[in-house]
């Protein structure tokens, strides 16, 4: 259960080096998210665009479109908390479908099952009761909706520091964006073409022309292009 509180303030918990003979550093534990209200630092700047735009080699009004169609609003609900949307079939890939038989609607061998965006946290949290890493690794986060599986081509050591960063603040959804694309070739190239059916079939799978993610994407970029963007 959420429980609403003043502010968001978590210390000590940055990304940790492990020197040689040293233990590893322990993954920060992100279990604040369903006991608190967070107040993270909202907003992505001009700059912010411009240098991820300038370290891919793309437009910044690509990335932008990106930005729009994948959460048209907010990049954090009411509560303070990055935005997800909880991916079943990948908990059930990741957990080898162990909890299947208890808890179907959490671990499907299919996707889908959604419900409304209000119920994601609460079925994030008891996955995450069940197996944290693998429930983190199973939803999409933030601005840029990307999947906590992804943590390490997003430049993350452990899925739990991912989720904290983006917990924080608005302009790491960038950069963590920013690195994913970097550490996919192709994704990378259709960002950079604007070939937008290439990059919604790498980024959303196969099924992208279902919500016509390809036109959405074009629409965004050519509103942001004419110079249309806050």
């Given at each position: 259960?959420?429980?609403?509180?003043?502010?968001?303030?978590?210390?000590?918990?940055?990304?940790?080096?492990?020197?040689?003979?040293?233990?590893?550093?322990?993954?920060?534990?992100?279990?604040?998210?369903?006991?608190?209200?967070?107040?993270?630092k909202r907003g992505i700047s001009a700059q912010d665009y411009a240098d991820a735009a300038a370290l891919l080699?793309?437009?910044?009004?690509?990335?932008?479109?990106?930005?729009?169609?994948?959460?048209?609003?907010?990049?954090?609900?009411?509560?303070?908390?990055?935005?997800?949307?909880?991916?079943?079939?990948?908990?059930?890939?990741?957990?080898?479908?162990?909890?299947?038989?208890?808890?179907?609607?959490?671990?499907?061998?299919?996707?889908?099952?959604?419900?409304?965006?209000?119920?994601?946290?609460?079925?994030?949290?008891?996955?995450?009761?069940?197996?944290?890493?693998?429930?983190?690794?199973?939803?999409?986060?933030?601005?840029?909706?990307?999947?906590?599986?992804?943590?390490?081509?997003?430049?993350?050591?452990?899925?739990?520091?991912?989720?904290?960063?983006?917990?924080?603040?608005?302009?790491?959804?960038?950069?963590?964006?920013?690195?994913?694309?970097?550490?996919?070739?192709?994704?990378?190239?259709?960002?950079?073409?604007?070939?937008?059916?290439?990059?919604?079939?790498?980024?959303n799978g196969k099924g992208y022309k279902k919500n016509d993610y390809d036109s959405k994407l074009k629409n965004a970029y050519d509103k942001f292009a004419k110079g249309v963007s806050k």
């Amino acid at each position: 259960m959420l429980f609403p509180t003043a502010g968001f303030a978590i210390s000590g918990m940055g990304a940790g080096v492990c020197l040689a003979g040293s233990l590893p550093t322990p993954a920060p534990d992100v279990s604040f998210l369903f006991r608190m209200c967070l107040n993270p630092k909202r907003g992505i700047s001009a700059q912010d665009y411009a240098d991820a735009a300038a370290l891919l080699g793309v437009e910044v009004a690509a990335i932008q479109a990106v930005a729009e169609v994948e959460t048209a609003g907010s990049a954090f609900d009411d509560y303070g908390r990055p935005r997800i949307l909880f991916e079943r079939h990948y908990f059930h890939r990741l957990t080898q479908g162990r909890y299947d038989k208890r808890h179907p609607d959490i671990s499907n061998s299919l996707a889908g099952g959604y419900g409304k965006f209000s119920a994601q946290y609460g079925k994030l949290e008891r996955a995450y009761v069940l197996d944290a890493a693998a429930a983190l690794e199973s939803a999409s986060w933030g601005r840029f909706q990307i999947m906590g599986s992804n943590y390490r081509d997003a430049g993350f050591v452990s899925v739990q520091e991912f989720v904290l960063a983006l917990a924080r603040t608005e302009a790491a959804h960038l950069q963590a964006f920013a690195s994913f694309v970097s550490a996919n070739k192709g994704l990378h190239k259709a960002l950079e073409k604007k070939d937008w059916a290439a990059f919604a079939k790498a980024y959303n799978g196969k099924g992208y022309k279902k919500n016509d993610y390809d036109s959405k994407l074009k629409n965004a970029y050519d509103k942001f292009a004419k110079g249309v963007s806050k």
